[in-house]
C-alpha cells in the first residue's frame, strides 16, 4: 500500500527512557503501524558509527536464537508479537544492503486504517547532522518524539544494564571504562541531540517528553494528539524492558563523577524546558545548571530558538 497519505514517525531514544514501553503501546494502537522488531537501525547503519551495522554472523546468531526459541515453545509461532520480530529482523538484515527495503517493509505492514507508520531506535539520538538530514528526507510527513530522563538515572541504568549483560559488578573501574567509550558519551549528550533537532525538523515535528512523566493519561493524550491518532487508553502498569532491580541506587561516589560527566545535558535541558523540567530529575544537576551564567548554552542555538526564549515560550512553542 502506498505511503504516501500516511506520516513517517521515528523514536530515536533516549536510551533507557521509556521507549520499549512506548514501542509496545504504539504497536497495539489500531491507527499506527510500527515495526514489530522496536530497533531497526537503518539510518544508523548508514550514517552511524561503524559498530551500528550488523556483520552477517550477528545476524545468524540472531535468528539462531530464534530458532531455539521455537523448538523450546512451538506456541511461539502463533504469537504474534514473536513474529513481527522475525519479520523485523528479516527485513533490518535486508535494509542493510537494500535501502529501498526499508520503504517496502512499512508497505508490508499498513493498511487502510493506519494513519501513521514508523519504529523507534535509541541510537538514532546519536547521529551525525546528516543522519537527521536522511530521516528528514525520507518522506514528506515526520515526526520525530524523543523521551528524555534524568541524565544520571539514565546513564546509570544503561551501565548496570550493560554489566548484566556481560555479568560484571558495577563498580567505579567499570564505570569509569563505559564512560570513557564513545557511545555512552554521544547518547549522555542531549544538548547535541537536540540541537541536531531544532537545526534540520520545524517546532511542529518535534515531540519532547520526560520519562518521569510519560506514564499519565495527559503525556498520553498529547503525544496522541501530536501523531494525530486517536487517544487511547494506555497500560501504564506494563513493564517492558525493565531493569530487574529499579530501586538499586547509584552509590555516592559514583553519583558525583557522573554528574560532572552528564554536566552539559542538565545545562541544555535547563536552558530550553526551565521549570517544565520533572521533579524526578537530580536537583544537585539541574540546579547548578541554573546558576551557570544566563545564556551561555543558548549561544549556539539558532536565533529563531534564542527568540522563542526571549519571548518567554519553550523551544516548540509552549510557555515554560
Not at 194 to 208: A, D, H, N, R
Not at 236 to 242: I, S
Request: hydrophobic letters at 35%; proline letters at 6%.
Amino acid at each position: 500500500m502506498s505511503l504516501s497519505q500516511k506520516t513517517y514517525i521515528v523514536g530515536i531514544g533516549a536510551q533507557k527512557a521509556g521507549t520499549s514501553w512506548l514501542h509496545h503501546q504504539l504497536w497495539h494502537h489500531p491507527q499506527v503501524a510500527m515495526s514489530g522488531m522496536k530497533e531497526l537501525h537503518f539510518f544508523d547503519s548508514r550514517h552511524g558509527a561503524p559498530e551500528m551495522r550488523w556483520d552477517e554472523e550477528t545476524f545468524r546468531t540472531r535468528f539462531a536464537a530464534a530458532a531455539r526459541n521455537v523448538v523450546a515453545q512451538p506456541e511461539l509461532l502463533r504469537d504474534p508479537v514473536f513474529r513481527a520480530d522475525l519479520d523485523g529482523l528479516y527485513f533490518r538484515m535486508r535494509t542493510q544492503d537494500e535501502p529501498n527495503m526499508y520503504r517496502r517493509y512499512f508497505r508490508h505492514l499498513i493498511h487502510g486504517s493506519h494513519r501513521v507508520f514508523g519504529e523507534i531506535t535509541p541510537a538514532y539520538s546519536t547521529l551525525p547532522l546528516e543522519g537527521f538530514r536522511a530521516i528528514r528526507g525520507f518522506h514528506p510527513q515526520v515526526k520525530v518524539i524523543y523521551l528524555l530522563r534524568d541524565p544520571v538515572s539514565r546513564l546509570w541504568s544503561a551501565f548496570r544494564q550493560l554489566c548484566r549483560r556481560r555479568e560484571e559488578t558495577p563498580g567505579l573501574e567499570t564505570f569509569e571504562r563505559y564512560l570513557d567509550k564513545a557511545q555512552p558519551r554521544a547518547r549522555s549528550d542531549y544538548g547535541a541531540t537536540l540541537s541536531k533537532l531544532e537545526t534540520v525538523f520545524e517546532p511542529g515535528e518535534i515531540w519532547i517528553g520526560f520519562y518521569e512523566t510519560l506514564f499519565r493519561t495527559e503525556s498520553v493524550d498529547s503525544l496522541a494528539d501530536f501523531l494525530g491518532i486517536d487517544r487511547w487508553a494506555a497500560h501504564f502498569e506494563l513493564q517492558v524492558n525493565a531493569s530487574p532491580d529499579r530501586s538499586e541506587e547509584i552509590p555516592e561516589e559514583l553519583r558525583r563523577l557522573a554528574l560532572r560527566y552528564t554536566a552539559a545535558s542538565y545545562r541544555a535541558c535547563v536552558d530550553r524546558f526551565a521549570d517544565s523540567i520533572p521533579e524526578g530529575w537530580d536537583r544537585r544537576g539541574v540546579d547548578t545548571a541554573g546558576r551557570d551564567e544566563q545564556g551561555l548554552a543558548a549561544q549556539s542555538l539558532p536565533t529563531v530558538w534564542i527568540d522563542r526564549y526571549r519571548r518567554g515560550l519553550g523551544p516548540f512553542g509552549r510557555p515554560h
